[in-house]
């Protein structure tokens, strides 16, 4: 483990910017986080989290896939892919690197999706562990430990300093290049920290979430339950929880005519909406109640059965500070889940 | 605080229900905190009684419900309106969206409502708990000892900031006393943007709309925008779109959508309170409100039912489109 | 002539009853107007709305004109005062949001008014090119 003092921390980012592009948690004029590059002056936000959830570094709100111009009869077809330049991606919580893994299993599996993995092969993410949960954290509730977060990189910020420790080989890497600016230490006040902070998440109000409730094998006995109809009832269809969410990754492709040629785009569908999945045969979730309902049963359901039990969601509290009006998975899991979750 | 208590709502909700009058109630659910609050209909009077709140935080406005509701419902519904949602209420009236007849509507007093993130950015995260005690709102975090105190006023949501009416135009029934239109500030914020020079307004709204992540929420909750299906959600219509894929489909979102609700909004402010990027869209709004009373006469939607509204009426003098810049202000 | 000097393109919404006989009796009577003004004939001035000015913005227009009847001689009684307010209303906003003034205009044509039409034309297209492409309500994609 290495560590270097908070003030030296600008020198840090500026040697980290020297090789690659560098993008962190900083403060707008509203004093919401969202993820910048930096550059001389730029300053890392103290907030928790970013409104916005890091996936767009690797799955972008829209991208173009390909172009097509027409001439006469030929139809030429123009591959827009670049190579990703090298970036790094500092400041993310444990909860959105883990999600990253989630993304991964969507996007890495066979077939590769060559535009998610060259953004990720090119992308090294440095983690913060927490060190002030909020009330709306639950990613203990998937496992995932705050104050060890995973990533390429991971860092303790205390008081005084910042602690270095690379679990990759890229991480090592990049560690390596802030050798002369970091030195060598031993972990006691990070494990200092690691305790403090575990002794608050047991304090916070959804400290005793539980997701056993759900997980591979549930859909016949969750899919009819009948408190779908209240929970649903609220819904105003909005896309605003699938969009801030971190492993929220279904889109749609479309083409876009530029009265040139044919633009072929991506960009992020929301299950929430009423074109969701249209085939021609019409949209299959014809109620609000069935497009609510198939949110929460992939996340909770439909995705741990095809990944090994592995829930797709990992707790960040997005949705529950964003809903317009404050429908969420962890009420969700609480009404369907029974009342031991109460 | 609110000088309306929940038992009081409670109350009027179990003998309406329990005389038959109403068959079911919309109201405010509460949430795992004290803060998030969730739109619910009730049955009975258990339900009322565990889980019906009324705090500061009962922001939402149920107007729009009321559309797909009182389709649901065979009797009558019941619903607390502040006066605010009494604006949107009448407007829905003026076009057909509800049957009045299914309608209950019981006018609550309101002495404007929280807005959640301004006490996050005054007491920071790890919010436990907040009770109000006259006009102080008493936050209990993970972080401090002792509840951090703000005034109520301090924290309230633009739209309370800058309220317009305290009058319900549209009740059958009225708990506690009616209040006055207000003489509001709400315009003033428009004419500073109408102060800037072109490339500053360019400049201005740019960044707010950049912002945009096209999660549809301000649509989805404005009791003007009751299309059953919205042209942005046609794949037919050629401009549908999901994403905004350019700075140009964020412009022609908001443009279309303000323009549509132009002479139709009143104001309630929905909009800015459900964007999760805290884009001020009511500055949209309020643009074209704060032009139609300078073009047309003043005119506010809602304050009546029936009145025609100014986008689908003219007189035959009416001011040209190429005169409107020396109207609009001294902003050339 | 320049092949490379800047050139405007001109969208005008007529409408069938005056503005777009008014622009064949520019044409009848031999006056000149650019070539850059693609006229695209509409019903009624009123059938244009406001997504009509944007689309047009947005696939590469620099300016947009919409013609009419005079107020008081609309085919169908009145569609042209319902034009007036929703386009005063409009580019209030365009305004608001700091578009240029001079990319849109509104201009009420009669059929006997051919000189109208291409005065109209020529001062329109001379003060769109002033300003030069349109930067601000523009999509990229249309440009590539």
């Known amino acids: ?342 | 605080m609110q000088k309306i208590t929940r038992e009081q709502l409670i109350d009027k909700a179990v003998s309406l229900l329990s005389d038959g009058t109403v068959e079911c109630v919309l109201g405010w659910e509460k949430g795992q905190f004290d803060y998030d609050i969730t739109p619910a209909v009730f049955n009975d009077e258990n339900e009322l009684r565990e889980n019906f709140v009324w705090n500061d935080f009962c922001g939402a406005n149920f107007s729009k419900y009321l559309v797909s509701k009182t389709r649901k419902c065979n009797g009558k519904m019941l619903v607390f309106l502040k006066p605010c949602d009494t604006y949107s209420f009448n407007q829905l009236l003026t076009e057909h969206r509800f049957d009045r007849e299914k309608v209950y509507a019981v006018g609550i007093p309101c002495e404007g409502m929280a807005d959640i993130d301004k006490i996050k950015a005054a007491c920071g995260d790890g919010i436990i708990s907040i009770d109000a005690s006259g006009d102080k709102l008493n936050v209990h975090t993970l972080y401090s000892d002792e509840p951090i105190s703000v005034s109520a006023e301090s924290v309230f949501a633009e739209r309370c900031m800058n309220c317009k009416s305290k009058k319900h135009v549209a009740y059958d029934e009225l708990l506690g006393e009616d209040g006055d239109v207000i003489e509001s500030h709400r315009f003033d914020e428009v004419a500073e943007i109408e102060a800037m020079t072109p490339d500053e307004r360019f400049a201005f709204w740019q960044n707010e709309l950049s912002r945009c992540i096209r999660c549809n929420a301000c649509r989805d909750a404005c009791p003007a925008c009751t299309c059953e299906k919205c042209v942005f959600d046609n794949p037919n219509s050629g401009v549908e779109n999901k994403a905004a894929a350019n700075s140009f489909e964020e412009k022609m979102f908001h443009i279309i959508r303000a323009f549509h609700v132009a002479g139709r909004c009143t104001d309630c402010g929905e909009c800015s309170r459900v964007c999760p990027q805290h884009i001020p869209l009511h500055l949209l709004n309020r643009k074209f409100i704060k032009d139609i009373n300078s073009f047309y006469g003043d005119y506010q939607a809602g304050a009546e039912v029936g009145t025609r509204a100014p986008l689908v009426d003219y007189t035959t003098d009416d001011l040209e489109p190429g005169e409107v810049f020396e109207r609009g202000g001294d902003n050339a | 002539m320049q092949i490379n000097e800047y050139k405007p393109l001109i969208v005008a919404f007529c409408c069938n009853w005056c503005s777009y006989a008014g622009a064949d009796l520019a044409g009848n009577n031999r006056l000149n107007y650019p070539a850059d003004v693609k006229i695209i004939r509409v019903p009624c001035s009123c059938r244009v709305n406001p997504m009509f000015v944007l689309r047009a913005f947005q696939r590469g227009a620099d300016g947009v004109i919409i013609c009419g009847c005079h107020p008081g001689d609309c085919h169908y009684t009145s569609g042209n005062y319902f034009t007036r307010r929703r386009m005063a209303l409009l580019f209030s906003m365009l305004d608001y949001l700091g578009i240029e003034r001079e990319r849109t205009r509104v201009e009420w044509v009669s059929a006997a008014e051919g000189a109208k039409f291409a005065a109209t034309m020529n001062d329109f297209t001379e003060k769109v090119a002033a300003l030069g492409e349109n930067k601000r309500l523009e999509d990229l994609r249309c440009k590539r």
């Not at chain 1, 670049?82 to 077939?111: M, Y």
């Not at chain 1, 002030?132 to 705050?146: N, Q, S, Y």
């Open chain 1, 1 to 342: 483990m290495r560590k270097c003092s908070l003030e030296k921390l600008d020198s840090v980012f500026a040697e980290i910017a020297n090789s690659f592009k560098l993008y962190l948690p900083v403060d707008d004029k509203d004093g919401k986080a969202k993820y910048s590059e930096w550059a001389e002056g730029v300053k890392w936000s103290n907030a928790l989290n970013t409104v916005r959830s890091p996936k767009d570094f690797f799955f972008p709100q829209t991208e173009d896939l390909m172009g097509f111009k027409c001439s006469g009869k030929n139809i030429e077809i123009i591959d827009t892919r670049n190579e990703s330049e090298d970036f790094v991606v500092f400041g993310v919580r444990a909860c959105d690197v883990k999600s990253f893994d989630i993304l991964d299993r969507v996007f890495l599996k066979d077939p590769v999706d060559s535009y998610y993995s060259n953004r990720r092969d090119h992308g090294i993410i440095i983690s913060v562990a927490c060190t002030r949960p909020a009330e709306t954290c639950f990613c203990h509730t998937f496992g995932i430990d705050p104050t060890e977060p995973a990533g390429d990189i991971s860092v303790w910020k205390t008081d005084s300093e910042v602690f270095w420790q690379s679990n990759t080989e890229k991480g090592a890497a990049l560690l390596e290049k802030l050798q002369a600016l970091t030195e060598e230490c031993d972990a006691d006040a990070v494990n200092d920290q690691k305790e403090k902070v575990s002794a608050i998440m047991k304090k916070l109000p959804l400290a005793g979430l539980t997701a056993d409730k759900f997980g591979a094998g549930k859909t016949k006995e969750l899919f009819d339950a009948p408190e779908w109809d209240s929970l649903s009832e609220a819904c105003l269809g909005c896309g605003t929880c699938t969009f801030i969410c971190p492993t929220c990754q279904c889109y749609d492709i479309k083409d876009f005519n530029t009265g040139k040629g044919v633009v072929r785009f991506r960009c992020w569908d929301s299950c929430m909406y009423s074109e969701f999945t249209k085939m021609s045969a019409g949209q299959p979730r014809l109620t609000q109640k069935e497009r609510f309902r198939q949110r929460f049963m992939h996340k909770l359901v439909y995705y741990p059965e095809n990944n090994d039990g592995l829930f797709s969601c990992v707790g960040c509290g997005r949705c529950l500070a964003k809903c317009p009006i404050s429908m969420n998975i962890v009420k969700v899991m609480k009404t369907i889940g029974g009342k031991e979750n109460e």
